[in-house]
C-alpha cells in the first residue's frame, strides 16, 4: 500500500512529505512509548503514534522509519517538522484514535512489525 | 589488537536538556553514513547510542560520549556523572524503570534502555558507581569474521 492510498484511507492531513506519498508500506507499529519503538521497531516501519514531541521524529531517523503517522489528531512540534524535512521523513497527522488507526491499516493488509525485535544475525 | 584510526570524535550531552535529547546519536548516525558502515550495523550502533544518550539527559548530570573507529570496530563509550545504578541486574531487567513522569512524557523511561543496548551490541560493559556515575563501553565489529 502506498503512503497516499493510506493518507485517503486514515483521512490523514500531510504535514511534511507531499512530494514522498508514492512510497510503499508493507508493515507498520504503534507505540507512544519511544523505548519501545526502539526496542520493537524495524527499518522501513510505518510509525503510528501520540508522542508529538520531537523525540518521535528522532526515534524515526534512528530506526530507519518510513513515515509517520500521528493519531488522535496530534501533530509534531515545530523541531519535530524541521527535523522531518532535513531528514526526508514523511509525517501526516489523523484525527482517528490509535485503535481505529491499527485496525483499518491491518484490515487494509498490512501486518504489524513482528514480535522479533531488530537484533544481530536475526 | 587496536588497529589504526579511523575516526575519533567527542561528543558532551547534557543532563535534563530534553530540548537536545538525541542530537549527538543523530549526527554520529550521519558520520557512520558517511564513513560507509554497514547498514546493519549503523541502525543497532544508533539504536544502543540513543538509548545510552536518553539516559544521560533523563538521569545524568552531563555525560559524554567517545565515538573510535578503527578498521575492526565502532566503539562507543559513553561517561557520565550522575547519580550511578545501584543495583545493575535490576537496572539490566527489561520493564524495570525508574523513570519520572516527564520522562514518560517524553516516550521514554520504559525500562527498555540498558537491556536494549546490550542486545544491540556485540559487546556491551556497564560500570556504575553510585554517586559518581556510569560508563558504558558499547562496541560493534566491522569484520565479519569478529561477529558472531
Same mark, same amino acid.
Given at each position: 500500500?502506498?503512503?497516499?492510498?493510506?493518507?485517503?484511507?486514515?483521512?490523514?492531513?500531510?504535514?511534511?512529505?507531499?512530494?514522498?506519498?508514492?512510497?510503499?508500506?508493507?508493515?507498520?507499529g504503534?507505540s507512544?512509548l519511544?523505548s519501545d519503538v526502539l526496542a520493537f521497531g524495524k527499518? *522501513?516501519i510505518?510509525?503510528?503514534?501520540?508522542?508529538?514531541?520531537?523525540?518521535?521524529?528522532?526515534?524515526?531517523?534512528?530506526i530507519?522509519?518510513?513515515?509517520?503517522?500521528?493519531?488522535?489528531?496530534?501533530?509534531?512540534?515545530?523541531? *519535530?517538522?524541521?527535523?522531518?524535512?532535513?531528514?526526508?521523513?514523511?509525517?501526516?497527522?489523523?484525527?482517528?484514535?490509535?485503535?481505529?488507526?491499527?485496525?483499518?491499516?491491518?484490515?487494509?493488509?498490512?501486518?504489524g512489525v513482528s514480535d522479533l525485535s531488530y537484533?544481530?544475525?536475526? | 589488537?587496536?588497529?589504526?584510526?579511523?575516526?575519533?570524535?567527542?561528543?558532551?550531552?547534557?543532563?535534563?536538556?530534553?530540548?537536545?535529547?538525541?542530537?549527538?546519536?543523530?549526527? =554520529?548516525?550521519?558520520? &557512520?553514513?558517511?564513513?560507509?558502515?554497514?547498514?546493519?550495523?549503523?541502525?543497532?550502533?544508533?539504536?544502543?547510542?540513543?538509548?545510552?544518550?536518553?539516559? =544521560?539527559?533523563?538521569? /545524568?548530570?552531563?555525560?559524554?560520549?567517545?565515538?573510535?573507529?578503527? @578498521?575492526?570496530? &565502532?566503539? #562507543?563509550?559513553?561517561?557520565?556523572?550522575? @547519580?550511578?545504578?545501584?543495583?545493575?541486574?535490576? /537496572?539490566?531487567?527489561?520493564?524495570?524503570?525508574?523513570?519520572?513522569?516527564?520522562?514518560?512524557?517524553?516516550? #521514554?523511561? /520504559?525500562?527498555m534502555?540498558?537491556?536494549n543496548?546490550?542486545?544491540?551490541?556485540?559487546?556491551?560493559?556497564?560500570?556504575?558507581?553510585?554517586?559518581?556515575?556510569?560508563?558504558?563501553?558499547?562496541?560493534?565489529?566491522?569484520?565479519?569474521?569478529?561477529?558472531?
Amino acid at each position: 500500500m502506498t503512503l497516499k492510498e493510506i493518507k485517503e484511507l486514515l483521512q490523514a492531513e500531510v504535514i511534511v512529505g507531499e512530494d514522498k506519498l508514492d512510497i510503499e508500506i508493507t508493515f507498520a507499529g504503534g507505540s507512544d512509548l519511544m523505548s519501545d519503538v526502539l526496542a520493537f521497531g524495524k527499518p *522501513g516501519i510505518l510509525l503510528l503514534t501520540g508522542l508529538s514531541n520531537s523525540q518521535s521524529v528522532r526515534t524515526a531517523n534512528i530506526i530507519d522509519a518510513k513515515a509517520i503517522i500521528y493519531v488522535r489528531g496530534k501533530k509534531p512540534d515545530a523541531e *519535530g517538522i524541521e527535523l522531518a524535512r532535513e531528514k526526508g521523513i514523511p509525517l501526516l497527522s489523523t484525527k482517528l484514535m490509535m485503535y481505529a488507526t491499527c485496525g483499518l491499516l491491518f484490515s487494509h493488509g498490512i501486518p504489524g512489525v513482528s514480535d522479533l525485535s531488530y537484533i544481530k544475525q536475526r | 589488537m587496536s588497529g589504526e584510526h579511523v575516526l575519533s570524535q567527542q561528543f558532551e550531552i547534557m543532563g535534563g536538556d530534553f530540548g537536545n535529547a538525541g542530537k549527538a546519536s543523530t549526527s =554520529i548516525k550521519e558520520i &557512520l553514513k558517511e564513513i560507509g558502515i554497514e547498514p546493519s550495523i549503523i541502525i543497532r550502533a544508533s539504536i544502543a547510542l540513543y538509548e545510552a544518550e536518553m539516559n =544521560i539527559v533523563m538521569y /545524568a548530570q552531563r555525560g559524554k560520549v567517545f565515538l573510535n573507529i578503527t @578498521p575492526e570496530k &565502532l566503539q #562507543f563509550k559513553i561517561e557520565d556523572r550522575g @547519580p550511578g545504578i545501584g543495583n545493575i541486574d535490576l /537496572a539490566m531487567k527489561e520493564g524495570f524503570s525508574t523513570a519520572t513522569d516527564k520522562m514518560r512524557e517524553m516516550g #521514554f523511561g /520504559a525500562g527498555m534502555g540498558l537491556p536494549n543496548i546490550k542486545k544491540n551490541a556485540d559487546h556491551f560493559e556497564i560500570i556504575s558507581i553510585p554517586e559518581k556515575g556510569t560508563t558504558l563501553d558499547i562496541t560493534f565489529h566491522l569484520n565479519k569474521k569478529g561477529r558472531q
